[in-house]
C-alpha cells in the first residue's frame, strides 16, 4: 500500500508530502500534480500506511483524506497530534463534504492546518499547499 | 273545569314526567292540568307560573313568559326548578290559545313531546281548545327532536371522519417528514458521493488540457475542454443540490458579523466585472445610501450577488449594461440588479424562486442553469430577514431585488 514517486532530478533536498487517500485515481492524480510543482511526494491509501509513512518518511506536510478504509484520518490526526515526534508535522485535511462546518471545525480542533474541500481546481489545491508550507 | 290529576297518586320520578298547566294571558295560573312531578305546591292557582322556577332562574321564566305572551309559542326553554331538594333543569314549552296560555315542562325533551300528545288526547274543554296548539308543539317538539337524534347522529358521524382522518393526516405527516428526511439524506450522501470521482475528472482533464494542448488538435482540444466544462457545471449542480438538501433539512447556519454592503458589493462586482466582460457585459455599481455595517454571513450574501449577476449576464446580449444600486427603502437595505436583457414572461414570475424551476428563457451564449439558484438565494435573504423579488418586461429586462432589515432585531 506504499509507493514513492521520485521527482525526475534531485540536487537540493525537496519538500515531502504525504498524501493518503483512498481513492486510487484522486490519490495518483494529487500525487503527479505535486511532484510537477517540485515536491518528493508518498502515497498511502489507508490510515495505519499514512502513519507508518509519517515516522519513517517524514513529511512535512500531509494531505489527509478524512474517509479511509481502516481508521479513519481524523484518527490519524489525533494520533500524530499526541505523539510528540510528529506532532509538528503540518496536516491539510481533504473531504468532498463541503458543507460539514462541523467535520471541518473538528479537525481544526485537533490541529489540522488547513481544510480542503474537493473537488478543487489543480492550481488553487497548489496554492493552499504553498500557503501551509510558507 | 274538570281536572285529571294522574301523577298525584304516586310519584315516580320517571325520567320523562312534567307538569301541565294552564294559566290567564298575565301567566297566573288557572288550572294544574298535569302533574306528575308533584309540583302542584309551587304553583297553586292564583300564583304567576314564574314561581315554577327556581329564584335563580326566574329572570330567564319570565323572559319565557314574555315570548310565549308575544309570540303566542316558545318552545324547548331550559330553566331550572327545584325538584326534591335539587335543581333540575327542565325543558318548557308554551303555547297562547284563545282565552290563556297552556306551558307544559318535562324532564326531558322527550317528556314534553310524550306530554303534548296526551293532553292533545284528553278531551275535555280546555284541551279542545289548546289542541292545535299543543299538536303544534308536539309536532315540533318531535321534529325537533328528530332533528337532534339526525344531527346527534351527524356530528357524531362527522366527528368519527374527522378523528379519523386527523389520525390518518398525522400518519401521512409522520410518514412525509420521514420521506423528506431521507430524501435530504440521501442528496447529500449522493451529492458527496459524487464529487469524489467528478473530482478525479476535473484534475484529470486540466492535466489534459495543460499539458497534451500541444499533441492535441484542435477539435480534440475541444473535447477536454467540454470535458472541463460540464464537470464544473455538475460541481455547481452538487453544491446547489447539497446547498438546498441543507437549506432543507433546517441546516441553514448564518455566521453573523459586522458587514459593509458597500465594500462587499465594490468586492463581488470586481470579480464579476471579469467574467461580464468576457461577454461584453458592462457592470455598473451605484452606492446610493451610506449605510452602517450590519450583521450578515458575507459569504452567503456574495453567493445571493453572485446568482444576481450571472442570471443577469446570463440572459443578456453583449454590449449591454448591467446596473447594481445599494439603497435605503424605509428600514431595509435594497440592493437591486437590474439587466437590458430579454425579460421574463409574468407568468412564470410567480414559480421563479421555487426550487428546480429554470424560466423559458434561453440564455444568450449557452450557459447553463441548475434550476436551484434563485431557491437558495431565497433561503438565504429569508434567513437575513429580508425578502427577494423581481419585476420584468419581456423585450426590456428584469431587476431582481433583495432587502436586507437596517435593524438587527428582524433577524
Redesign the interface.
Known sequence: MLSKTQPASTSIPRTRILVVDD?V??LK??A??LVQAGYDVAQAEDGLTALALVRTYRPALVLLDLVLPDISGREVLRQMKADPDLAAISVVLLT????S?EAMSAGLKVGADDYIA?????HELLARVRAVLR | MKTDLPGSELFVAAADHGIALLCEFDGIVRHLVRDELALAGRVPPGASITALADPGSAEKARQFLGTVQTQHAAFDWEITVPLHGALVPLHWAGGATSDGLLIVAARTRHGLTRLNEELSRINNEQTNAVRAITKDLALAAARAAERDDALYDEVSRVNNELSNLQRELAKKNVELERLNAQKNQLL?MAA?DL??????I???A??LA?EAADVLNEEQREFVANIKESSEFL?KMI?DL??IS?IESG?L?LDLAPVSLAALLQRNIALNRVLAEKKQIHIELRLEADLPALPLDGGKIQQVLNNFLSNACKFSHPGTTVEVRLYQAGADAVISVRDQGQGIPAAELERLFKPFHKTSVRSTAGEQSTGLGLAIVRKIVAGHGGRVSVESEVGHGSTFSFTLPLSSHAI
Not at chain 1, 468532498?96 to 458543507?99: F, G, L, N, Y
Not at chain 2, 464529487?195 to 478525479?200: D, Y
Open positions: 481513492n485515481a484522486a492524480g494529487c503527479r500534480l468532498s463534504i463541503a458543507t462546518l474537493r473537488p478543487i481546481g489543480n | 447529500g458527496h464529487r469524489n470521482p467528478l473530482g478525479v476535473m484534475t484529470y486540466e492535466f495543460e460541481l453544491n447539497l446547498d441543507a441546516k447556519r
